[in-house]
């Protein structure tokens, strides 16, 4: 690879509205054949940011054709109560997909409540199962922003088989899967994580690297080899020094990798949008996978 005068940008919202028309074809086909695709989110109190977020998820949702239901749970509510609710779901025939809002209140096992989620109605791919099932390939209910990551990915054309990927973070739900991911599509994959020693060693040899760490301004252009694809999942808010007014940036420092990068998905427009169409592609897999 060479370097570009400037990387192409990858937007990830023209990439999640292709997706969402094709789930609403599938969703159509769905219903036509005597199916429902039904989403149904629990949300504690006290968590705005997740009640926009989940009023945003009611629209599309009503758009594509998923019924969606909300079910509220109070702000100091404790984790049998939220397992219960969990349990009511998922045996119930009607619900064909599951989400726990986060955070949850102080005192909730966030794992535990997760593991509660019945496998083929876990649409975030958190349950111990699903996140096994990436180990072997499996893509149907995996994290949804690992899965985003590989589409964005994808969508470059790069041939990922022996391409060196470098994935800086190792989360659980995006860094840990999105590692399993590239190996199943037999890159050679290095992992690192906040006790990783001389970092830009490491990056600098990445023909793909996934920055999912969580710190603003992390990868500079001099960390970057000439060319690579550079996939940022960092979503960080801080206060934007010329107007003093917060704003969201990832972790790719935007203008020393443009002319170093053949690619580069930004924050936001990029991870963001596609992860909430790999959510919906979930939805729509759990019931695929009911029996008619």
């Given at each position: 690879m060479t370097a570009a005068e400037s990387a192409t940008l990858i937007d990830?919202?023209?990439?999640?509205?292709?997706?969402k028309e094709s789930l609403a074809v599938r969703i159509a086909e769905l219903h036509a054949s005597?199916?429902?695709?039904r989403l149904d989110v629990i949300l504690a109190g006290g968590n705005p940011a997740g009640a926009v977020y989940a009023r945003n998820q009611a629209q599309t949702c009503e758009e594509l054709g998923i019924a969606y239901r909300m079910h509220d749970v109070a702000a100091d509510v404790d984790e049998e109560t939220v397992a219960s609710t969990v349990r009511s779901l998922n045996d119930n025939p009607e619900v064909t997909a599951i989400m726990v809002h986060l955070p949850l209140p102080d005192g909730v096992d966030?794992?535990?409540?997760?593991?509660?989620?019945?496998?083929?109605?876990?649409?975030?791919?958190?349950n111990p199962a699903n996140i096994g099932g990436v180990l072997y390939g499996r893509r149907a209910l995996a994290p949804c922003t690992a899965l985003a990551a590989m589409k964005l990915i994808e969508s470059?054309?790069?041939?990922?088989?022996?391409a060196e990927v470098v994935c800086v973070g190792a989360s659980a739900i995006v860094g840990r899967p999105v590692a399993a991911l590239l190996m199943e599509a037999e890159a050679t994959v290095v992992s690192t994580n906040i006790h990783t020693h001389n970092l830009a060693e490491h990056t600098r040899r990445g023909d793909v690297v996934i920055s999912a760490a969580?710190?603003?301004?992390?990868?500079t252009g001099d960390m970057i080899k000439p060319g690579a694809i550079v996939i940022d999942v960092g979503i960080n808010r801080i206060t934007d020094p010329d107007t003093g007014k917060a704003r969201t940036v990832g972790d790719v420092d935007v203008d020393s990798v443009l002319p170093v990068a053949s690619f580069l998905s930004p924050v936001p427009g990029g991870v963001g949008p596609m992860t909430v169409a790999m959510l919906l592609r979930n939805t729509v897999a759990t019931a695929d996978e009911v029996p008619a």
């Amino acid at each position: 690879m060479t370097a570009a005068e400037s990387a192409t940008l990858i937007d990830g919202r023209a990439l999640a509205a292709t997706s969402k028309e094709s789930l609403a074809v599938r969703i159509a086909e769905l219903h036509a054949s005597g199916r429902s695709v039904r989403l149904d989110v629990i949300l504690a109190g006290g968590n705005p940011a997740g009640a926009v977020y989940a009023r945003n998820q009611a629209q599309t949702c009503e758009e594509l054709g998923i019924a969606y239901r909300m079910h509220d749970v109070a702000a100091d509510v404790d984790e049998e109560t939220v397992a219960s609710t969990v349990r009511s779901l998922n045996d119930n025939p009607e619900v064909t997909a599951i989400m726990v809002h986060l955070p949850l209140p102080d005192g909730v096992d966030t794992h535990a409540v997760q593991a509660t989620i019945a496998v083929e109605k876990d649409v975030e791919g958190v349950n111990p199962a699903n996140i096994g099932g990436v180990l072997y390939g499996r893509r149907a209910l995996a994290p949804c922003t690992a899965l985003a990551a590989m589409k964005l990915i994808e969508s470059t054309g790069i041939a990922l088989a022996g391409a060196e990927v470098v994935c800086v973070g190792a989360s659980a739900i995006v860094g840990r899967p999105v590692a399993a991911l590239l190996m199943e599509a037999e890159a050679t994959v290095v992992s690192t994580n906040i006790h990783t020693h001389n970092l830009a060693e490491h990056t600098r040899r990445g023909d793909v690297v996934i920055s999912a760490a969580g710190v603003p301004g992390l990868l500079t252009g001099d960390m970057i080899k000439p060319g690579a694809i550079v996939i940022d999942v960092g979503i960080n808010r801080i206060t934007d020094p010329d107007t003093g007014k917060a704003r969201t940036v990832g972790d790719v420092d935007v203008d020393s990798v443009l002319p170093v990068a053949s690619f580069l998905s930004p924050v936001p427009g990029g991870v963001g949008p596609m992860t909430v169409a790999m959510l919906l592609r979930n939805t729509v897999a759990t019931a695929d996978e009911v029996p008619a």
